[in-house]
């Protein structure tokens, strides 16, 4: 399979990139209102325009950009509409880690094993809609299901990514920091709905530091998978 080459202007571009993601992340976690907003989105943006100007085609990459753009998309829904479109947000996540998935079977050694982890990956995921219906009852809905089963499909792409962790190391580590990020948002979500005076519990301390920890883990996941698509090597 075709990888990406290494270029006399990705050094440069590399550090502008990383300085201009770091300005950003420095304003999102220090920031709010309009200005937050720009700068939490923009960060984003810059993910797929840096791989698009970048990188030459490979399966990585091919599975790669679209997802980052579908993660613009999502945090267009999310960021710049403040969230009014969560379900609409969350199929553009999954087909994040869907597409996430088909990056780590190009991987895969034989079919057979491409074969055993999708099977695998359905039942775990199915696992986790049926613990949702048990937990939420007459209250699930269409948003409760795609939520669980990117949360499933997420936390399956990262045990497969730790197993091809000689391919790229930068990629389950994004994977794990995004999963952070969800950890995070989950646990307001919950906290809010199930414990009374939320507000004032130590829970509310710790995942509302004074500063944005949900996206202290979101954007460097996303610069990390950006950055995982580089290759210094041919694969055969």
């Known amino acids: 399979m ?24 420095y304003l999102i ?18 993910c797929p325009l840096f791989c698009t100007l970048l990188f030459t085609k490979s399966t990585d990459f091919a599975f790669t950009l679209p997802a980052l753009c579908f993660t613009v998309i999502a945090d267009w ?29 190009m991987h895969q050694s034989s079919g057979l094993r491409i074969i055993k982890s999708l099977s695998l990956r359905l039942a ?50 994004g994977l794990i920091l995004f999963l952070m990020c969800d950890t995070v948002i989950g646990l307001n979500v919950m906290a809010e709905l199930y414990i009374q005076s939320f507000y004032e519990s130590d829970l509310y301390s710790i995942i509302n530091p004074g500063f944005n920890l949900a996206w202290m883990f979101y954007l460097p996941s996303q610069v990390l998978i950006t950055l995982s698509l580089f290759k210094t090597h041919s694969e055969k």
């Open 2 to 25: 075709r990888v990406a080459k290494i270029t006399p202007l990705r050094p440069f571009a590399t550090v502008l990139f990383l300085t201009v993601e770091l300005i950003l992340f």
């Open 29 to 46: 976690l220090t920031t709010g209102g309009t200005l937050n907003m720009v700068a939490s989105f923009t960060s984003i943006l810059i």
């Open 77 to 105: 829904f999310l960021v710049v509409h403040g969230g009014a479109d969560k379900l609409s947000a969350m199929i553009c996540f999954c087909a994040v880690q869907l597409l996430y998935c088909a990056r780590l079977q």
């Open 124 to 173: 775990f995921s199915l696992i986790f809609i049926l613990a949702a219906f048990y937990t939420l009852g007459d209250k699930t809905d269409l948003l409760s299901i795609v939520s669980v089963f990117y949360y499933a499909t997420l936390i399956f792409n990262i045990i497969e990514a730790i197993g091809q962790i000689r391919t790229s190391v930068l990629f389950p580590i």
